[in-house]
């Protein structure tokens, strides 16, 4: 059964960072392509970012507004992908969720449909 488990997230303050990193099972981690995607209260369940893996190459996908702010990554020795967060801003508050597609690099990767498992999700509260 493949679980995925974030951690990292909390409070901070307006500028600040984070870095949220999320451990899954190993049978997935080599094939399998790692997003994240967050949703503040009231609103959908939108796209961060998301690494794929093909051969030696990794591919990413990042939300255009969220570019420049967040990288992703992923140490495949230790199954976990990571999330790093800079600048961050109050409308960053949000539950970000890790989550994991049977797909190689596709821009299909940034769809909430196209992901098969997911974290149980992490607070991020940026505050003004």
């Known amino acids: 059964q493949v679980q995925l488990v974030e951690s990292g997230g909390g409070l901070v303050q307006a500028g600040g960072s984070l870095r949220l990193s999320c451990a899954g099972s190993g049978r997935i981690f080599n094939s399998y392509t790692m997003g994240w995607f967050r949703q503040a209260p009231g609103k959908e369940r939108e796209f961060v970012a998301a690494?794929?893996?093909?051969?030696?190459?990794?591919?990413?996908y990042y939300a255009d507004s969220l570019k420049g702010r967040f990288t992703i990554s992923r140490d495949n020795a230790k199954n976990t992908v990571y999330l790093q967060m800079s600048s961050l801003k109050p409308e960053d508050t949000a539950v970000y969720y890790c989550a994991a597609a049977p797909t190689g690099p596709d821009r299909r990767n940034t769809l909430v449909t196209t992901y098969l498992y997911w974290g149980q999700g992490t607070q991020v509260t940026v505050s003004s």
């Open positions: 690494i794929s893996w093909s051969g030696s190459s990794s591919f990413i």
